[in-house]
């Protein structure tokens, strides 16, 4: 139980990451039962941001900016439960917003198939915030490991890793995501790997860059004099030590890779319709709806997907100005 | 200095040849040459083909010879400069690649014209006074700037500009011959976000600057506060935006294709997306053996730019 409380962040957001990815990735194997899988991440969101707001309460930035991402972290979780029309079922096409046609209110209008422009919105940003999430961590896993093992064992390993995360930094980040979800075929688990191929050599080059300066270090040095294995040594004593810089970056990084998955959908390349997602609203309004008063189908995914960026800048802005405070 | 160049230029060469066999062993898979088969024979073609008859037509096409041959040619028709025929428009894909990359260099003129001053100027002025008010507008408006994703700058743009206003056109599809207006909104957001990173940096560097010691010297000693900014603080403040910029033509080429997709300007991003989308075998290769050149290059010239500016940087 004290553990628990201890690593109260991470369980929170263990708890809302597990049930939403089952969710949005594996749901037609859920059945009836994944109606019900969302609800503990609720009031787990609540807890989280109340958290949140009382360890960073210092810094106005990061508070506002853990606001943006918590509501759409709550409306990603809650989506299934508000009262809104289904997001894919069509109703009643070009109702401008606020408008009322058979009996459903439409608050932020309806798009050219007749569905509900405010339910897809919610919806879209469930699928954004998965695959984005899921897709940071596996590239920090990868860049991290070869960071570590670069910066640390140095030697052959070091010149491996450098050069091999040198080749993938020489493709520009949108033909790469082009060439792998060409090669693999286009859907969220290659999403993972496209962004894993351009994110992991940049988290390999911080890491490694880091683990350089801990090494030099004297508590690393009594560890290997006390003969830790290089596999404690790295994860136990290392990576905790230079976590600070890499939390920054892993928050600006989500940012980046939530911006390539919507640009991914957009040009088609990576989530597949019919299932909202902002790129893929923005996309099909963009062929079917140029005209001012049609115009709110484009400015509501676009301004979604800038306020969830402009989120997670703003934390890690906060964050870094937190730690050079202290 | 000339020893870092030839340095860089191995290296560089080295990379190059690596991500050349990566592309001939992506290209050269069994999928991408099934691909291919369809493109000449047609799908149907390609369903009714039986094994002997697919071999058949490998052989007459010279596609199962042993890898390295195969590879030795290739790459030696891409020395020559002939890199293949596109196999959707049946041209010369040089000649579609030139056309392209003129009309993104055209793009990439503007951006860098109006973006170099315009930034550089910016992020000095607000880094001159750390805290002033100037600095907290022009640091907010970059924040929100770089905050906004290319896909929905063009979006509100769009919605601001060509559907509201109606100053320009939604598209930038040259159909009637080039004109500006049509390059207005892909330049706009091409600027938008590419000034505000560049802001960011040059105030970051410059804000630096300016709490360093000879800087506080200077201003002690007498200097007028015109001769120590532009004499003193700003030798040492450009070196990191100057090699940034550099760097930015390796992110244009990523940005232009959905700037150039969303827009329907043909350069490009666009026939690099078309060419993947329609199964272009032959293009896709070669758009991205350029682009992987372009930003090697771009990498070896921002080394290069460091060097030259930083004297207190010396690679041996």
Known sequence: ?326 | MGNLIVRRTAQMLLIMLTVSLLLFAIFDSDQFRKKVAVAELGGFGVATLSDADYQDWLQKKGLNQPFLPRYGEWLKNVAHGDLGRSLEKDVAVSTLLKESLANTGILAFFVFLIMIPLALGLGVLAGMNEGSPLDRIISFVAVLTTSIPQIATAVLLTVALALGLGWVPTKSAMTDGWSFRELVLPLATLLFYDVGYIVRMTRAAMAEVMTSQYIRTAVLKGLPYRRVILRHALRNALIVPVTLIFLELNGLLSQVVVIEVFFQYGGFGRMLYDAANFGDIQVLQAATLVAVCVAVASQLLSDAAYVLLNPRVRFT
């Open chain 1, 1 to 326: 139980m004290k553990a628990l409380l201890k690593h109260r962040v991470a369980v929170l957001i263990a708890l809302i990451w597990l049930p939403l990815a089952g969710y949005v990735m594996f749901r037609p194997a859920l059945g009836a039962f994944g109606s019900y899988l969302l609800l503990p991440a609720v009031p787990a969101v609540i807890l989280l941001y109340v958290t949140a707001l009382r360890r960073w309460r210092e810094s106005s930035v990061a508070i506002v900016g853990v606001t943006l991402v918590c509501f759409w972290l709550l409306m990603a979780v809650a989506a299934p439960y508000l009262p809104l029309p289904d997001p894919n079922k069509p109703i009643a096409p070009f109702v401008p917003p606020g408008g009322i046609r058979h009996g459903v209110l439409f608050l932020l209008g309806s798009d050219m198939r007749g569905r509900d422009v405010l339910s897809r919105d919610l919806w879209g940003c469930q699928r954004v915030l998965v695959w984005g999430v899921t897709a940071t961590s596996v590239a920090y896993l990868v860049g991290g490991a070869c960071g570590l093992i670069g910066g640390y064992l140095g030697g052959w390993w070091d010149e491996i890793v450098s050069f091999a995360g040198n080749v993938l930094l020489s493709f520009p980040v949108m033909v790469l995501f082009i060439l792998v979800l060409n090669l693999l075929g286009q859907s969220g688990f290659n999403i993972i790997i496209a962004v894993t191929c351009s994110s992991a050599p940049v988290i390999m080059r911080i890491v490694r860059g880091l683990a350089l300066d801990a090494k030099s270090r004297d508590y690393i040095q009594a560890a290997q004099t006390r003969g830790e294995h290089p596999l404690w040594i790295m994860l136990v004593e290392m990576l905790p030590n230079v976590r600070a810089p890499i939390i920054v970056d892993a928050c600006l990084r989500l940012g980046y890779t939530t911006v390539a998955i919507t640009t991914l959908t957009f040009l088609g390349l990576g989530l597949q319709p019919p299932d909202p997602d902002w790129g893929l609203m923005i996309k099909e309004a963009a062929t079917a709806a140029m005209l001012w008063k049609y115009s709110y189908m484009l400015i509501v995914p676009a301004l979604s997907v800038s306020s969830l960026i402009l989120g997670f800048n703003l934390i890690a802005d906060g964050l870094r100005e937190m730690s050079l405070r202290d």
